[in-house]
């Protein structure tokens, strides 16, 4: 996500993945606060993810989506799907997503789903391995998409036309 640009003015759309209450015990007492994950997407290809602590709830999810306006990246999409198989690993989770013919949907589960479906795609076939950690495993989503890689990329970087890239 070394690609971190300003995107003002879009329509976000914000997806709720998880409210936690977290407890901290000290010899007086128990001090209880709220963790929240958003993700944000204008379901056209930008998404970005964040995360929010307070004593309250609400106050918590607000703190979540102003930092995932502040984490927006841009996602390579296809007709509807990714251009190429992409795997990810952040902490101990793994994320191998996969292009999809069209309808056959979004499967993934969890927060995956939430951050495929904030992004735009219909079409992914997607696998989480490892750690069921919901940060994690965004991070992980977010890191695989925002290394895909389209026809036009490649072409562009490498200087040279899109049939020579098919063609070699």
Do not use: W
């Amino acid at each position: 996500m070394s690609d971190k640009k300003k995107y003002t003015g879009l329509e976000l759309k914000e997806k709720l993945v998880g409210v936690t209450r977290v407890c901290k015990v000290t010899k007086g007492r128990r001090y209880f606060s709220f963790s929240a994950i958003v993700i944000k997407g204008n379901e056209n290809g930008i998404v970005g993810y964040g995360f929010g602590k307070s004593k309250e709830a609400p106050d918590a999810i607000h703190k979540a989506g102003e930092q995932a306006k502040r984490n927006l990246c841009k996602v390579c999409i296809s007709n509807g799907t990714i251009p190429h198989e992409q795997e990810a690993k952040y902490g101990g989770a793994r994320v191998l997503l996969r292009p999809a013919s069209d309808g056959t949907g979004i499967i993934a589960g969890g927060p995956l789903k939430a951050v495929l479906e904030a992004s735009g795609l219909r079409n992914v076939l997607s696998k989480s391995k490892g750690s069921s950690n919901h940060h994690n495993i965004i991070k992980a989503t977010i890191k695989a998409l925002s290394k895909m890689r389209d026809v036009h990329i490649i072409a562009k970087q490498r200087g040279i036309t899109i049939k020579k890239v098919y063609n070699g």
